[in-house]
């Protein structure tokens, strides 16, 4: 092993081509400890990888063994495993501690790093990423200064985010640098803020790793952005837990900014817009709470009056206070006990206090719309599992709202030649007995997996959309089939067929 390099950027490169090497990559511990012992990582369950690395020398099974399950290794096994880089390196880089220079000394692990892959437009990415190690690795509560790695909200704001080519993008609330990294494929410039230097030292460092450019900036919400700066993409996984005020309760910043309730997220939603560039898309994730007699949306309506963005809210969860009291103790570390009793009461106290009768979390789309005119207000509720990439029928849906703005007058819908979307099918359900079906569902098989209940005559309206016939034609036909006046046809349909339209569910020409 040759003697590390006391310079960090030689010292990362290093550090680069020894995981490449040691294939550390996602494919590679997948193969390495298989298909189960992955899942249950991904579940944050260690057991499995363990029993599939103990005693391995593979490279790959001694750093996934240090650096993403915790568990000592030999400084001998490190060195070899980091050939270029060594133990000494390592150490250096804040990576790990050795207990000794003996070849058996301990080296523990002192940050979490694990391979990440990504697949968009621009191709396939081998990448790693360094966060703080978690409970997986240390069996402790966190930190309240912790900084976390890659996440189910990370992932979900990720899959949601629309990949078009752009010139700048925000990354508020950067934590590691995931959404930094990802946006770095579609932008020739990536800004990524955060309040904890800690983050932003992580983040640095996982720029370095994975060769990407990142403008790094510490400060709260809007504030690192300077005056007159815009920008076309923000994205934002801000720390949107709802946390009660109280000294008992501990703030672990990475997921909670110190605000009241869900007041951050209302400070995202009402300032996104002044540091979007017109046409700009701001796409955060948010909990907002939920009280007696005032709907989700009616809430962040509120928020949004006065804005002049188009807004576009997917409602995925909603939790009742007790529910989100539990997980959110759980998920800071808390084994059920008298300490998690305290912070449970807190929670529910801090509830009880404002009328809270559940919390919604939701993706939210915003637009600062190009053009003046009413903006788009689209909330809808979907619980449903959703697995494909989310940015491309965000961007579609946008753009045919546009679209369908232009369409104001009914005579332009009647010219339109529409298509059924190829992944919809349609469900029919009968009494027994009965030839006519009884409820008719439209069921989009990807995407957000929206489901339509049509009747007898939009349900012909929908199969005769076959890209030549235009809605008008199919209009004029059904009146006669319903000895029914055209219009009055036209002012019960058209309605539907817009929605259908939006819901992407029909397809424009
Ligand atoms: C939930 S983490 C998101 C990390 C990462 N962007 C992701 O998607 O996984 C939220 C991040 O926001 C940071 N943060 C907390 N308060 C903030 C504030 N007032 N302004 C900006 N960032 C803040 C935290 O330090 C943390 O890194």
């Not at 590390?4 to 990362?12: F, N, Q």
């Not at 078009?164 to 990294?181: S, Y």
Request: overall charge negative; aromatic content about 4%; charged content about 25%.
């Amino acid at each position: 092993m040759s003697t590390p390099s006391t310079d960090p950027r030689v010292l990362v490169a290093d550090l680069r081509a020894d995981l490449q090497a040691a294939n550390y990559t996602v494919d590679g511990v997948g193969a390495l400890v298989g298909d189960v012992a992955s899942a249950a990582l991904d579940r944050e369950q260690s057991l499995p990888a363990l029993r599939a690395t103990e005693g391995s020398s593979d490279p790959a099974a001694v750093l996934l063994r240090v650096t993403t399950l915790g568990r000592a290794v030999t400084r001998a096994a490190l060195d070899a495993a980091l050939p270029r880089t060594g133990t000494a390196g390592a150490e250096r880089l804040g990576l790990v501690r050795a207990a000794g220079s003996a070849p058996e000394d301990e080296v523990k692990p002192l940050v979490d790093l694990r391979p990440y892959s990504v697949d968009d437009a621009a191709g396939t990415a081998h990448w790693w990423l360094v966060s703080d190690l978690g409970e997986l690795a240390t069996g402790e509560a966190l930190s309240a200064d912790h900084v976390l790695g890659v996440g189910g909200a990370s992932l979900t704001l990720a899959s949601a985010t629309i990949r078009t080519p752009v010139e700048r993008v925000l990354d508020l609330g950067t934590g590691c640098g995931i959404q930094a990294l990802h946006a770095s494929r579609h932008s020739r410039r990536v800004t990524a803020t955060d309040t904890s230097e800690r983050a932003l030292d992580l983040a640095a460092v996982n720029a370095a790793l994975n060769e990407v450019a990142l403008d790094l900036r510490q400060g709260s919400l809007f504030d690192p952005v300077e005056a007159g700066e815009r920008f076309d993409l923000v994205v934002s996984n801000p720390p949107f837990v709802i946390t009660p005020r109280t000294d008992a309760v501990p703030t672990y910043e990475y997921r909670d900014g110190g605000m009241p309730g869900d007041s951050l997220v209302q400070r995202l939603v009402g300032g996104v817009g002044e540091v979007l560039a017109p046409g700009g898309v701001a796409q955060l994730l948010g909990n907002w709470e939920l009280h007696e007699g005032q709907s989700w949306s009616q809430r962040l309506e509120e928020w949004l009056a006065g804005t002049g963005l188009d807004a576009w809210v997917v409602q995925r969860e909603v939790a009742d206070p007790a529910l989100y009291a539990e997980t959110w103790i759980r998920d800071g570390g808390q084994k059920s006990g008298p300490r998690f009793d305290e912070l449970y009461t807190a929670w529910l106290d801090d509830f009880a206090a404002r009328g809270v009768t559940g919390v919604g979390f939701g993706v939210l789309t915003l637009r600062r719309p190009l053009r003046p005119g009413a903006p788009l207000r689209r909330f809808e509720e979907n619980f449903a599992t959703l697995s494909d990439p989310l940015g491309e029928v965000f961007a579609a849906g946008l753009a045919v709202h546009d679209r369908l703005a232009g369409l104001a007058d009914p005579d332009d819908l009647a010219d339109l030649t529409l298509q059924v979307a190829p992944d919809v099918t349609d469900e029919r359900f009968h009494t027994p007995g009965d030839p006519d079906p009884r409820i008719v569902l439209l069921r989009q098989g990807g995407g957000l997996r929206h489901v339509a209940q049509v009747d007898g005559d939009l349900a012909g309206l929908v199969g005769a959309c076959d890209g030549e016939l235009t809605v008008g034609q199919i209009t004029a036909g059904l009146a006669v089939l319903g000895e029914e006046a055209v219009g009055e046809v036209r002012t019960r349909l058209y309605p539907r067929v817009r929605d259908l339209i939006a819901d992407g569910i029909l397809l424009l020409p």
